[in-house]
């Protein structure tokens, strides 16, 4: 593997690159984002593709990479523009995309801006509020998790963000009702740090949650766009979101094994099927027909 920087307006991006470029069997490199995920947690996906050239980086203003442009914000068309500059920074043609949560956000995004830049981008559980039926109560649970946050700290915001996500349909009248969340119960911190600056569970992110698809630009465009979602992710906020996007896009979402995170092993601390993921992953990769539009 070897680590680049990379100077876009407003940013010096880190990134990694595992393999030759050129690669050396002629597919596309794998191109592998989050948000606010950095390339760090996308190790043991990478690795079980050790047979083509994966990239991976970190987001402007998270892990390695620094930013310039005097925004804490992390809006998915700015990163966009950023994993454009990477993609013409590698000079090997266009990428397959591997987009997770938040970075399927900005890959979906990136298709409408730049399509040429992708041949097939897998989005995994785009985080798409404004696609819900319930969308104004999913945006108050939203902001409960940030209410909490501001009031309490990461352990208590952490443990409205859980509850929030874990959530079975509607953002009805009962989850409103129910009490705070207790950190202690998801092992969590009980004691306030001070810090305000989490990309998850502040407002920082809320332009990812909040972006607005381009249906048209992303049903015009060359790349075949998959919408994809794990099992268990059946019926809580990103398994709707997906479903939404999905059918605006009008296909249906195809599942992968595990969770929101279930490309990622035991380091992560809420360890996936890795190897399960990867090889649902390869196949669609793949296969044209398994999936997308």
Known sequence: M???????????????????????DGRPPLLMIGQPMT????????????????????PRGLGRSSRSDG???????????????????????????????????VALALVAADPDDVTTLVAHEPPLLALLPDAPAAERAR???????????????????????????????????????DPAAFGLPTEDDGSRGDPLLSDRSW??????LDVGALAAASTRIVIAVGEESEGVLTWRT?????????????????????????????????????LRLREVLDNADSGGS
């Open 2 to 24: 070897t680590t680049h920087m990379l100077t876009t307006r407003g940013a010096e991006l880190a990134y990694d690159v595992r393999g030759p470029v050129p690669t050396a």
């Open 39 to 58: 390339a760090e947690e996308f190790g043991a996906l990478a690795a079980r593709f050790p047979d083509r050239t994966v990239v991976t980086y970190d």
């Open 71 to 105: 925004r804490t914000d992390h809006d998915p068309t700015v990163q966009a523009g950023d994993v454009h500059a990477l993609i013409q920074a590698l000079g090997a043609g266009p990428v397959e995309l591997f987009g997770s949560s938040g970075g399927a956000v």
């Open 143 to 181: 902001a409960g998790v940030l209410a909490a946050y501001d009031k309490s700290g990461w352990g208590a915001g952490m443990a409205a963000f859980i509850a929030m996500t874990s959530w079975q349909g509607e953002y009805t009248d009962a989850y409103f009702a129910e009490p705070a969340p």
């Open 207 to 212: 332009a990812v949650s909040g972006y607005q």
């Open 242 to 278: 997906s479903e939404a996007a999905a059918a605006l896009l009008g296909q249906r979402p195809t599942v992968f094994p595990s969770h929101h995170g279930g490309f990622t092993d035991g380091e992560s601390g809420y360890p996936g099927k890795p190897d399960e993921f990867a």
